[in-house]
């Protein structure tokens, strides 16, 4: 294989494009054009009859199939799994055999969280990547490897931490959830939060932090401020950070992620003094 066709490859799988859809590739710009024509037979005049006018007001059944929304019966459905569940394996199995979200059905696993459901800080991801889809577990990946080194700055692993995700199924090529995607998730994640009941909420990542604080701020101006997420009749310290893929990224936000980490570190011994 050239070096030219490797790069590629790597490329694509970076990008989340890792499977095939298909056993054979497809034109879809002939099968565009042989559509178009097709329409224009359909929409054009025959002999001795008027024009036909195209209706281009009215949804097309195909596109009305693609844009369907979950209704509120299955978003109920979600909450009373949710709520149902009085343990973390219950949870567990409640995602598990939760069909609404169309995410379960192109995931190779139910990425549910790994570390320790004792511990008194919770760390909430975005939705799993490509390696946590395989292996089944949250943040293995090149930006879990970084946020495990993050950890380890501050005296932590994930023997003293819990890490999750807003979202359980991995996205198809690692997209951004949809916000009807992260609604049907919600309940699962609010119930998640309950069971563990930590003592700091760690939001990674921008979409995670606007989920669980309805903020609308980027991350840039939410990281670094000390907010309260409302569970029961607690109120638990949330801390925004950082996503590591973003530093991968951009790796002179480190300073500002560092700062973040010790300010995370001062409140976990404030809280151990208290208690």
Not at 97 to 115: E, H, I, S
Not at 215 to 236: A, L, P, Q, V
Request: glycine content about 6%; charged content about 25%.
């Amino acid at each position: 294989m050239g070096n030219a066709v490797r790069e590629l490859l790597e490329f694509y799988v970076d990008a989340g494009v890792d499977c095939a859809l298909l056993d054979a590739p497809q034109d879809r710009f002939a099968e565009s054009a042989a559509e178009k024509a097709k329409r224009g037979k359909t929409t054009s005049a025959k002999p001795n009859q008027e024009p036909v006018q195209a209706n281009i007001d009215t949804p097309q059944p195909v596109l009305q199939a693609i844009a369907k929304i979950p209704n509120e019966e299955v978003i109920a459905n979600a909450q009373t799994l949710a709520k149902a569940a009085d343990s973390l394996e219950i949870l567990r199995k409640s995602l598990e055999g939760f069909t609404g979200c169309n995410l379960k059905n192109y995931a190779k696993n139910t990425v549910f969280a790994d570390g320790n459901p004792q511990a008194k800080i919770m760390l909430i991801g975005e939705a799993p990547g490509r390696d946590e889809d395989i292996q089944g577990l949250p943040f293995v990946g090149r930006s879990g490897q970084l946020l495990d080194r993050m950890l380890k700055a501050i005296g932590l692993d994930r023997k003293s931490v819990y890490i999750t995700n807003v979202i359980p199924w991995r996205p198809p090529g690692n997209r951004t959830p949809t916000p009807v995607e992260t609604e049907l998730c919600r309940p699962f994640i609010e119930r998640h939060i309950e069971l563990v009941a930590p003592d700091i909420l760690v939001l990674i990542g921008a979409s995670s932090a606007k989920t669980l604080t309805g903020r609308s701020e980027g991350i840039m101006r939410m990281r670094g401020r000390w907010t309260t997420y409302k569970c029961g009749s607690r109120d638990i310290p949330v801390m925004p950070i950082f996503h590591p893929a973003y530093l991968l990224r951009q790796p002179a936000q480190k300073r500002l992620a560092w700062q973040d980490l010790l300010t995370i570190k001062r409140k976990m011994e404030e809280i151990t003094e208290v208690s």
